[in-house]
């Protein structure tokens, strides 16, 4: 069966340090995207792509770069982790095609960062 | 510009009780609209999602949902609330001339009380 999975699911990590965390998806979708969830929030979008080479800013992109070099692959990196990026982060993918297909989600990451 | 309230952060009901999760959205343009499921520690999950087809959408778990333009509205229902049903629950909204992005609420913890 097709999947979306994350990696690692927990993650502890110093203030100013670099972090990667991993997306893979195995439903051949061109679209992922990367989320953030905190209390009160919902989930507001970091950053988004709609194919290979592609990246585009979400609503709260800063301090966060991606890039995608396959289809299967969207990595969300920190560059320097700061303390307010403490978080449940979100991975999803969708089919391409104008808003109506939904986003399947992966399981998240929860990263702390002390 | 897209945005979509739910209101109550919290909602509680007895089992076998209806449940009623709100959602309200804003949109210049048709939308597309879609409800998840969170269950804990786990990712988000879909219930059911409109399209612009039939108004009232069932789902999973027996939930349904009504699109109601003239109220911009699309309220979560389900007969009879199950132990099982205890989740955070989430609105999402997309439009077809917004890319295939979606912006969600901040979400409805439901509680099932015995």
């Known amino acids: 069966d097709a999947e979306i999975t994350q990696s690692p699911r927990h993650k502890i990590t110093e203030t100013g340090r670099q972090v990667t965390l991993a997306c893979h998806q195995t439903?051949?979708?061109?679209?992922m995207f990367w989320y953030r969830q905190d209390l009160g929030h919902g989930l507001r979008l970091i950053h988004y792509?709609?194919?290979?080479?592609?990246?585009n800013k979400g609503e709260v992109s800063d301090g966060y770069s991606v890039s995608r070099s396959n289809t299967e692959d969207l990595p969300l990196t920190l560059e320097s982790a700061a303390s307010s990026q403490t978080s449940v982060y979100f991975c999803?993918?969708?089919?391409?095609?104008?808003?109506?297909?939904?986003?399947?989600f992966g399981p998240g990451t929860r990263l702390t960062v002390t | 510009a897209q945005s979509v309230t739910q209101l109550g952060s919290h909602v509680s009901v007895s089992e076998g009780a209806l449940v009623l999760l709100r959602c309200n959205y804003s949109?210049?343009?048709?939308?597309?609209l879609f409800w998840y499921v969170q269950y804990p520690n786990q990712g988000l999950q879909l219930l059911l999602k409109?399209?612009?087809?039939?108004?009232l959408v069932k789902g999973i778990n027996g939930f349904e949902a009504e699109f109601k333009k003239s109220e911009t509205s699309f309220h979560l229902t389900k007969p009879s609330a199950h132990m099982s049903d205890a989740a955070e629950y989430f609105c999402?909204?997309?439009?077809?001339?917004?890319?295939?992005?979606?912006?969600f609420g901040p979400g409805t913890r439901l509680s099932v009380l015995p």
């Open positions: 999803a993918s969708s089919e391409s095609g104008g808003g109506s297909y939904e986003q399947y």
């Open positions: 439903w051949n979708h061109n679209n």
């Open positions: 792509s709609y194919g290979v080479q592609d990246t």
């Open positions: 949109s210049s343009v048709p939308p597309y």
């Open positions: 409109y399209t612009s087809a039939a108004t």
């Open positions: 999402a909204v997309s439009q077809h001339n917004y890319g295939q992005n979606f912006v």
